[in-house]
């Protein structure tokens, strides 16, 4: 099933036309995706055998997901756009 989620997560990211929603997609897939991740991992603490499929798996869609980020994050600086203004509301 997070397979599944995670197939319809990088669909969305690569068709969605809007790049807020794309780089919301994006931080979304990665953040719950490294979720997984670290619940493989600490489970040998809980005295239970991790998934090494599971984690491999999950471990390769969130640097998916993370390299898609930083692909943006580099959109960004080659466009100039990393300028950030800050407004007192009410000023």
């Not at 397979?3 to 690569?14: D, G, N, P």
């Not at 809007?18 to 603490?45: M, N, W, Y």
């Not at 055998?49 to 930083?70: R, W």
């Amino acid at each position: 099933m997070t397979i599944i989620a995670s197939i319809i997560l990088f669909l969305l990211t690569v068709f969605t036309k809007q790049e807020d929603a794309k780089k919301q997609i994006v931080v979304l897939g990665f953040t719950l995706i490294f979720s997984l991740v670290i619940g493989e991992l600490v489970k040998p603490l809980y005295q239970q055998a991790p998934d090494i499929s599971a984690l491999t798996t999950s471990l390769l869609l969130s640097l998916l997901f993370l390299v898609l980020a930083g692909f943006h994050l580099w959109n960004l600086k080659i466009k100039g756009e990393t300028q950030i203004e800050f407004r007192v509301i009410g000023a």
